[in-house]
C-alpha cells in the first residue's frame, strides 16, 4: 500500500445540510490512530462500535470522548 497523504470525512446530517473537510496527512494520522485502521495490502481493518465505546468509558480516556448518543 502507498503512503496515506490525506483524507477527506464527509459529515451527514438529518437534515440534509452534507458537507466535506480535507484532512491534512497529520489530522489523517490522528484520526486513523484513533479509529484503529491497520492495513495489509488491499485489506483493512478498524475498532468496532463496541471496542470505540469500550474505550471512552475507560478511566484513562485520553481524549476524553463522549459517546454523541449518550448527550443528547
Known sequence: ?????GLELTIY???GDNFSISLSSTQTLII???LGFEFQGEE???FNDK????IMK???N???LVNINSVR
Open 1 to 5: 500500500m502507498k503512503n496515506i497523504e
Open 13 to 15: 446530517s438529518d437534515d
Open 32 to 34: 486513523s490512530k484513533i
Open 44 to 46: 483493512y481493518s478498524m
Open 51 to 54: 471496542t470505540l465505546n469500550q
Open 58 to 60: 475507560m478511566k484513562g
Open 62 to 64: 485520553p481524549l476524553n
